[in-house]
């Protein structure tokens, strides 16, 4: 597609790129970055983000040949973590880095421009690592979120901050990891702190000056605003929370969200319930692990959809919601899909949220039998729960299959316009949970759970699997012996890049899931892969520095890997000539 203009480009000694403005991006040229190969504006490449490139350089025939051009070291003994997606633009490609650090590097030579560390207090509670997962672009401004739940905008030249904004109060448990969200000149982002019963919530800042313009707090019953003023309550009082407890009820929409313009809705994923103790709060307990469409202008909430009401098991409901177009029985549709840390993968109508399709893409979902189309709820298997605490001792030990890490946890997945599939990095694991008692205290984990995780197949964890949204089926998995926490990346080269603990960038035939290449970094790949064109070649870069949730959350299953390395390196390649 893009192979002829390339190479004309090439030839006339002109890059392939978006023209580099004194003021920078702008929010239209955020809503159109999918479609520009000479940059990556945007997490996720586009608004959408389906981590989709239509860039043809490098395909199935010459990707074994791809080579390193440079390795940009982060520096310093910080060297854990590194799950950020890279940031393209004027030559400069700007990453984050675990403890909420900012780097500019030149996108030629890997030369550092400037860096910027954000000075956090001592009593930050990160419940997942200290990572960070990418920043925003937005005119003269860089931004990104930190561990002690600000928001931060530093000039893209020089490093220097523009603004500082608090999100919440890190002594209460919140923090801030995700990439945030540009939306028509306002900054919408989420935050951090399920386990220590923070309430989640979603709010819109103005890119120019941090000023907040609306929040929306996704647990019901509590007041939302615009522009200073009350915005209604969300949901109703009391309807699926018994007393107070929705006061502390979790929800923590830590993963950041997508944006449509056609439908002007933000799909923000809300994680669990607080506590885990599901016992403790009967109800549904709206809208924690749940995808909502937020009315990008005010804040409204205008649909759910909860993937696991009641939840038991900490699966959250936070995964990215990915719009597309598709015909489903012979009908142009406007969809969505999220592949859920319960195991299942939703197809809902994207302008509405009915469900339209549910099809588990793990192994083995012991807590459920499947999603009932017409109500869309789970079929429970109720001896699958966690039985409830008998006075101070611990309740009945249940096996559960995903564990609470997830059949996909925070790593995006992709999404081919070419073949129509989802490539979704997951994970075949189970645990036993038991529930004890607990009690809130402000600042202290509010889990009121017990687990150790186990796996359930011999020889993988991981596995990166292909899935056609339409029938549900699995065209192809490659699996994995350690678990897969990295992004993915799909081009319209018939390709499909991600990383693996093991220290690996791959790249897998997308039709086939063939490996065709491998590159050793150096420390297990966790961060997202992305492509762009520069001076007339195809590039691809990702971040390496293992970390995350998995070796402090992960039991018997992270003891299997704790020999891998820890690090923090942008790596960047192209095909040799």
């Known amino acids: 597609m893009y192979k002829s203009l390339i190479a004309a480009t090439a030839l006339a000694g002109v890059a392939l790129a978006a023209p580099a ?21 945007t997490y996720g490449m586009g608004p959408w983000q389906q981590r989709f490139s239509k860039l043809d350089q490098i395909d199935t025939g010459n990707v074994a040949k791809l080579v390193p051009v440079f ?20 030559g400069t490609i700007y990453v984050t880095g675990s403890y909420s650090r900012l780097y500019a590097f030149d996108s030629r030579t890997g030369e550092k421009k400037w860096e910027y560390n954000a000075r956090l207090p001592d009593g930050i509670m990160p419940c997942c690592d200290v990572v960070n997962r990418g920043a925003a672009i ?25 603004w500082n904004k608090e999100i919440a109060d890190y002594k209460a448990g919140y923090s801030a990891t995700a990439a945030p969200l540009i939306v028509k000149n306002m900054v919408i982002t989420g935050n ?29 019953g509590h007041m939302g605003t615009l522009n200073g003023q009350d915005n209604g309550i969300t949901g109703k009082t009391n309807a699926s929370w018994q007393g107070d407890l929705w006061k502390t009820g979790g929800g923590a929409t830590w993963l950041g969200g997508t944006y449509d313009p056609g439908t002007n809705l933000v799909y923000f994923g809300t994680g669990n319930p607080a506590p ?9 307990n709206l809208y924690t692990s749940s995808t909502l469409a937020i009315d990008a ?46 195991g299942y993968f939703y197809v809902l109508d994207r302008t509405t949220g009915k469900l339209m399709g549910a099809h588990k893409f793990v192994m083995q979902t012991t807590w459920a039998d499947g999603i009932n189309l017409k109500t869309g709820r789970p079929n429970y298997v109720d001896a699958n729960r966690p039985g409830p605490p008998n006075g101070t001792e611990k309740g009945t030990v249940v096996f559960s299959s995903p564990s609470f890490l997830g059949g996909k946890n925070w790593m995006p997945m992709a999404y081919s316009q070419d073949t129509g599939l989802f490539y979704i990095p997951s994970n075949d694991w189970g645990m036993d949970i038991w529930n004890e008692p607990i009690a809130y205290k402000k600042g202290a984990a ?10 359930i197949a011999e020889d993988h964890i991981g596995a990166l699997r292909a899935m056609d949204p339409k029938t549900g089926k699995i065209v192809w998995e490659y699996k994995n012996k350690a678990p897969l926490w990295g992004g993915v990346l799909t081009t319209a080269g018939n390709l499909v890049f991600t990383g693996t603990p093991e220290g690996y960038l791959k790249a897998f035939d997308a039709k086939t899931g063939t490996e065709l290449w491998k590159f050793q970094t150096g420390s297990g790949v966790v961060g997202s892969p992305v492509t762009w064109t520069q001076d007339g070649e195809q590039y691809v870069a990702v971040m390496s520095g293992w970390g995350g949730a998995v070796p402090l959350w992960g039991g018997e299953v992270a003891k299997t890997f704790k020999d891998i390395s820890q690090g923090g390196a942008l790596w960047v390649f192209k095909v040799n000539k």
């Open 297 to 342: 202008d005010t804040g409204k909430i205008k649909w759910h959809y909860q993937t696991t009401p009641h939840d038991g098991w900490d699966f959250d409901g936070v995964n990215e919601f990915i719009p597309f177009d598709a015909k489903l029985g012979g009908k142009d549709m406007k969809l969505g899909a999220k592949a859920d840390r319960n």
């Open 138 to 162: 937005h005119g003269d401004k860089i931004i990104f979120a930190t561990l002690d739940a600000h928001l931060v905008a530093l000039n893209r030249e020089t490093g220097k901050v523009i």
């Open 192 to 220: 951090s702190g399920g386990e220590f019963g923070a309430v989640g919530a979603v709010e819109a800042r103005n890119v120019d000056t941090g000023e907040l313009i609306w929040r929306r707090p996704v647990i019901e």
């Open 446 to 455: 509010y889990l009121g759970a017990g687990f150790t995780i186990r796996p």
């Open 71 to 90: 390795a940009a070291s982060l520096g310093g003994e910080k060297q854990r973590g590194q799950e950020s997606q890279p940031i393209v633009y004027d």
């Open 21 to 41: 403005r004194a003021e920078g991006p702008t929010s239209e040229d955020l809503v159109n970055d999918a479609n520009t190969p000479g940059d990556v504006l």
């Open 276 to 284: 885990w103790n599901s016992h403790l709060r009967p109800g549904d």
